[in-house]
Nanobody, 116 residues
């Protein structure tokens, strides 16, 4: 079994930055891709960013490209997502998905609210 836990949600100001963490524990292997998604009220889930566990490959959604950095800490099985120049439209529940042995594991999500 794999457990996925997001942390770091909260209130943020427009123009500011915010950092979220995703930690995987349990039956995790040496390498696995990690992807962040977000979902705003009344909207579909949106891809935010992904990273392979080597860190060699990253990809970002169009809405955060240029404002977002995803990075990984292999030792602690943690992936960090940082968004700068926050906008009110970044308000959403941010969820982390980990793929281990072909199976998807999701965290419960963490709310980020950006005030204008």
């Amino acid at each position: 079994q794999v457990q996925v836990t997001e942390s770091g949600g909260g209130l943020a100001q427009s123009g500011g930055s915010h950092r979220l963490s995703c930690k995987a524990s349990g039956r995790v292997g040496a390498t696995y891709p990690v992807t962040w998604f977000r979902q705003a009220p009344g909207k579909a889930r949106e891809f935010v960013a992904t990273i392979d566990w080597t860190g060699a490959f990253t990809s970002y959604g169009d809405s955060v490209k240029g404002r977002c950095t995803i990075s990984q800490d292999n030792l602690n099985h943690t992936v960090t997502l940082q968004i700068i120049d926050l906008k009110p439209e970044d308000t959403a529940v941010y969820s982390c998905r980990v793929v281990v042995d072909g199976e998807f594991y999701w965290g419960q999500g963490t709310q980020v609210t950006v005030s204008s």
